[in-house]
Protein backbone atom coordinates (compact mmCIF):
# COMPACT_ATOMS: atom_id res chain seq x y z
CA UNK A 1 0.00 0.00 0.00
CA UNK A 2 0.97 3.59 -0.47
CA UNK A 3 1.98 5.62 2.48
CA UNK A 4 1.61 9.45 2.87
CA UNK A 5 4.08 11.78 5.33
CA UNK A 6 3.46 14.91 5.85
CA UNK A 7 6.08 17.14 6.92
CA UNK A 8 6.87 20.99 7.14
CA UNK A 9 4.43 21.86 10.59
CA UNK A 10 5.84 24.18 13.11
CA UNK A 11 4.92 27.17 15.43
CA UNK A 12 4.70 30.59 13.91
CA UNK A 13 3.10 34.11 14.43
CA UNK A 14 -0.02 35.60 12.96
CA UNK A 15 0.75 36.89 9.54
CA UNK A 16 3.93 33.92 9.28
CA UNK A 17 3.92 31.33 6.02
CA UNK A 18 4.60 27.68 6.46
CA UNK A 19 4.93 24.99 3.58
CA UNK A 20 3.87 21.81 4.37
CA UNK A 21 5.23 18.78 2.28
CA UNK A 22 3.05 15.28 1.56
CA UNK A 23 5.37 12.72 0.56
CA UNK A 24 4.03 9.19 -0.67
CA UNK A 25 5.58 6.14 -1.34
CA UNK A 26 3.80 6.03 -5.00
CA UNK A 27 5.80 5.59 -7.92
CA UNK A 28 5.51 9.06 -10.00
CA UNK A 29 2.90 7.38 -12.38
CA UNK A 30 0.78 6.16 -9.90
CA UNK A 31 0.94 9.10 -7.70
CA UNK A 32 -0.20 11.55 -11.06
CA UNK A 33 -3.62 9.36 -11.43
CA UNK A 34 -5.17 10.24 -8.39
CA UNK A 35 -6.94 13.60 -7.49
CA UNK A 36 -5.31 14.60 -3.50
CA UNK A 37 -5.94 16.83 -0.68
CA UNK A 38 -5.16 18.62 2.10
CA UNK A 39 -7.17 18.17 5.36
CA UNK A 40 -7.29 19.97 8.65
CA UNK A 41 -8.09 18.82 12.11
CA UNK A 42 -8.63 21.31 14.47
CA UNK A 43 -8.19 20.63 18.21
CA UNK A 44 -11.52 18.65 19.28
CA UNK A 45 -12.91 18.72 15.30
CA UNK A 46 -12.87 16.92 12.48
CA UNK A 47 -10.61 16.61 9.75
CA UNK A 48 -12.05 18.77 6.90
CA UNK A 49 -11.01 19.23 3.40
CA UNK A 50 -9.24 22.55 2.80
CA UNK A 51 -7.51 22.14 -0.53
CA UNK A 52 -7.60 20.18 -3.54
CA UNK A 53 -5.72 19.16 -6.31
CA UNK A 54 -7.60 17.04 -9.40
CA UNK A 55 -4.83 14.70 -11.10
CA UNK A 56 -4.85 17.20 -14.40
CA UNK A 57 -3.70 19.91 -12.19
CA UNK A 58 -7.10 21.85 -11.32
CA UNK A 59 -7.08 23.37 -7.56
CA UNK A 60 -9.92 23.88 -5.14
CA UNK A 61 -9.47 25.90 -2.17
CA UNK A 62 -12.06 26.09 0.70
CA UNK A 63 -13.41 30.02 0.88
CA UNK A 64 -11.46 30.34 4.11
CA UNK A 65 -8.10 29.86 2.63
CA UNK A 66 -8.65 31.37 -0.80
CA UNK A 67 -5.75 33.74 -1.46
CA UNK A 68 -3.91 32.39 1.28
CA UNK A 69 -3.14 29.03 0.92
CA UNK A 70 -1.47 27.63 -2.48
CA UNK A 71 -1.72 23.12 -3.24
CA UNK A 72 0.80 22.19 -5.63
CA UNK A 73 2.01 18.68 -6.80
CA UNK A 74 5.28 17.65 -8.76
CA UNK A 75 4.33 14.44 -10.17
CA UNK A 76 7.77 13.63 -10.36
CA UNK A 77 8.77 13.48 -6.81
CA UNK A 78 5.10 12.23 -5.90
CA UNK A 79 5.11 14.83 -3.60
CA UNK A 80 2.21 17.23 -2.75
CA UNK A 81 2.59 21.05 -1.24
CA UNK A 82 0.41 23.17 0.39
CA UNK A 83 1.95 26.87 0.64
CA UNK A 84 0.24 28.88 3.39
CA UNK A 85 0.53 32.54 3.93
CA UNK A 86 -0.86 35.18 6.46
CA UNK A 87 -1.20 32.27 8.56
CA UNK A 88 -4.30 32.91 11.35
CA UNK A 89 -5.04 31.52 14.50
CA UNK A 90 -7.97 29.56 13.12
CA UNK A 91 -5.34 27.56 10.92
CA UNK A 92 -3.54 25.97 14.39
CA UNK A 93 -4.41 21.94 14.05
CA UNK A 94 -2.97 19.26 12.72
CA UNK A 95 -2.86 19.08 8.98
CA UNK A 96 -3.35 15.10 6.54
CA UNK A 97 -2.91 14.66 3.31
CA UNK A 98 -4.81 12.00 1.22
CA UNK A 99 -6.33 10.97 -1.94
CA UNK A 100 -9.84 12.57 -2.03
CA UNK A 101 -12.28 10.09 -3.84
CA UNK A 102 -10.03 6.21 -4.88
CA UNK A 103 -8.16 5.76 -1.92
CA UNK A 104 -7.67 1.65 -2.80
CA UNK A 105 -4.18 0.82 -2.56
CA UNK A 106 -3.29 3.47 -0.11
CA UNK A 107 -2.65 3.64 3.15
CA UNK A 108 -4.25 4.91 6.29
CA UNK A 109 -4.24 8.42 7.34
CA UNK A 110 -0.45 9.45 8.01
CA UNK A 111 0.46 11.00 10.71
CA UNK A 112 -0.49 14.28 10.09
CA UNK A 113 1.80 17.69 10.61
CA UNK A 114 0.92 20.03 13.49
CA UNK A 115 0.62 23.97 12.62
CA UNK A 116 0.22 26.28 15.42
CA UNK A 117 -0.20 29.81 15.08
CA UNK A 118 0.28 32.02 17.79
CA UNK A 119 -2.10 35.48 18.05
Known amino acids: QVRLVESGGGLVQAGGSLRLSCATS??????????LGWYHQRPGGQRELVAEITAIGTTVLVDSVKGRFTISRDNTKATMYLQMKSLKPEDTGVYYCRPTADTSGWAGWGPGTQVTVSS
Open 26 to 35: ASGITFARYD
